[in-house]
């Protein structure tokens, strides 16, 4: 049997397929962009190309775009298109290799180069035929068997200035984070909340006694220390494949969702698709980004009330309007007497009303806001044994004094001794 070329193509193939084979069982989505940046000035006069182009194509090749770039030419109207880099596919039935510069359906384009013998100390030259991969653009992906395909970009449209607009939201299908800006930028954006948040609620979960938020924050706060070292890592790895950080994001977004959706279950999330990557990701950082606003929020704030007078009268100051719109109010009472008589006493007892009336309250026997007892503390309120808690009704007329002037007073006639009061918002 003769040696023929054909001995090393097969060769070739052979050795091709195996590490494709390696590479895949290593990790399912082994192609896509680990470099990739597009020629800004050409986009301003309607034409679209690269900087920067590398990565490796579903069957496994990899490439370099170091030369000469492929450019597309878009017409002026052109609107919702997918642009995508396109190679032949390999053929063991067609031709492979083709020195015509024209445009074809050969997957390699050969030339001729001189090469120096790097194992004689002459270093006589030799021309030999070589060949690079012939890649174009595209916009169409409808002759996908003919072609593997990368989508580069995503055309909203062509201006009448031939300036293209390109949806920055797009994510071409990568192999590394840190080579497209949205995703890496989400990672950075996810670290800087999760560590605002968390010194937030350490602060917030480090006061004592009534201060002391419920045992929610932290609960929470363990969850965002425990999440927030791990974004650290990844955000700092010199390549993340994206299947990785959306694995991070669903186990985050689960873990949060107990604290922040009223369900206290997770959304469904698509499943991962490495040549959608939009529609994989934008769901979860959506969803992401309003857990961590919800996390900032207090549940129950307490609101500080003054020691009494000399007349027994108690001052507190609700400055936020929309607190006082939307929040339920509760008293914490404590004092040295029998549940039950705090429990049916304290209500006719009590006089509730704006600093500026409380006095006219006081001294006419007018009624003002009422307040009922709860039959269990309210869950968003640090637990204290042996408190009493009496929620505010917001539907009289002396509450709209209160709103109007966001200040409240209140008056304790009887004997209670030892009597504690505290006020909380709750928000609803």
């Known amino acids: 049997m003769f040696l023929r070329p054909q001995h ?254 009223r369900s206290r279950r997770p959304d469904n999330y698509p499943a991962y698709r490495q040549d959608a990557l939009k529609e994989s990701f934008l769901p979860i950082m959506t969803s992401l980004r309003l857990a961590m606003s919800a996390v900032l929020e207090q549940a129950a704030t307490q609101i500080e009330l003054s020691q009494p007078n000399q007349y027994g009268i108690r001052t507190g100051a609700i400055g936020n309007q929309d607190m006082l719109r939307k929040a339920m109010f509760v008293f914490a009472v404590q004092a040295e007497v029998p549940d039950d008589r705090l429990r049916q006493g304290l209500p006719g007892q009590m006089k509730v009303g704006s600093v500026e009336k409380i006095a006219q309250l006081i001294n006419k026997s007018l009624p003002g806001v009422t307040i009922s007892p709860l039959p269990a503390a309210p869950r968003q309120i640090p637990y204290q044994a042996g408190t009493t808690y009496f929620q505010l009704d917001k539907t009289t007329s002396a509450w709209q004094d209160i709103e109007s002037t966001g200040n409240l007073a209140l008056h304790v006639a009887g004997q209670y001794p030892g009597l504690d009061i505290s006020f909380w918002a709750i928000r609803q």
């Not at 030999?128 to 169409?140: D, G, N, Q, V, Y």
Request: glycine share 6%; aromatic share 8%; charged share 20%.
């Open 8 to 261: 090393f193509q097969q060769q070739d193939r052979f050795w091709h397929e195996q590490l494709r084979n390696i590479a895949q069982g290593i990790q399912g989505y082994f192609w896509g962009f680990n470099a990739l940046v597009l020629d800004k000035e050409l986009l301003k006069v309607g034409k679209l190309s690269f900087k920067k182009c590398q990565g490796v194509l579903p069957d496994g090749l990899s490439f370099d775009l170091d030369g000469a770039m492929p450019v597309l030419d878009l017409p002026e109207g052109s609107r919702d298109l997918t642009v995508y880099l396109s190679l032949p596919v390999s053929t063991q039935s067609g031709q492979e290799f083709s020195n015509e510069n024209a445009h074809s359906h050969v997957r390699y384009h050969a030339y001729v180069e001189v090469v120096k013998d790097c194992a004689d100390a002459a270093g006589q030259d030799a021309e030999i035929e070589l060949a690079k991969p012939r890649f174009s653009l595209s916009i169409s992906n409808q002759q996908q068997d003919a072609f593997q395909t990368l989508a580069v970009a995503k055309v909203l449209e062509v201006g009448a200035d031939r300036n293209i607009h390109l949806d920055e939201d797009f994510i071409p299908p990568t192999i590394d984070i840190n080579s497209q800006p949205n995703l890496h930028a989400f990672v950075v954006e996810l670290e800087s909340m999760l560590h605002q948040r968390a010194e937030s609620l350490a602060a917030r979960v480090s006061g004592a006694g009534r201060s002391s938020t419920e045992i929610a924050d932290f609960l929470l706060l363990q969850a965002i220390n425990r999440i927030e070292p791990l974004i650290h890592h990844l955000l700092h790895q010199p390549c993340i494949h994206p299947l990785q950080l959306y694995q991070q994001l669903l186990q985050t977004a689960g873990e949060l969702a107990t604290f922040t959706n």
